[in-house]
């Protein structure tokens, strides 16, 4: 599960999709984790940063990632 390629995303959480011409925003942690997954990291990878940097617990985080991919998903963000 990668960001598709021709996903433009900025450290500030802008995302532009070239092929739709759909743009988005994501708060900080949401660019955080666009960025962890543009580095192909796998699930649990992103869980154990996330939760190293943040005070979650990681049943929530998991819960939130899922919501946070599926929505990628939708929006032809993610492959």
Do not use: H
């Given at each position: 599960?990668?960001?598709r390629?021709?996903?433009?995303?900025?450290?500030?959480?802008?995302?532009?999709?070239?092929?739709?011409?759909?743009?988005f925003?994501?708060?900080?942690l949401?660019a955080?984790?666009?960025?962890?997954?543009?580095?192909?990291?796998?699930?649990?990878d992103?869980?154990?940063?996330?939760s190293?940097?943040?005070?979650?617990?990681?049943a929530?985080?998991e819960?939130d990632?899922?919501?946070?991919?599926?929505?990628?998903?939708e929006?032809?963000?993610?492959?």
């Amino acid at each position: 599960m990668t960001i598709r390629k021709n996903i433009a995303t900025s450290d500030e959480g802008f995302i532009f999709n070239p092929a739709t011409g759909d743009s988005f925003t994501t708060n900080p942690l949401g660019a955080e984790i666009i960025t962890l997954l543009k580095e192909d990291k796998r699930l649990p990878d992103i869980i154990s940063a996330i939760s190293e940097k943040y005070d979650v617990e990681e049943a929530q985080l998991e819960k939130d990632l899922d919501d946070f991919i599926s929505q990628l998903k939708e929006s032809s963000i993610m492959e």
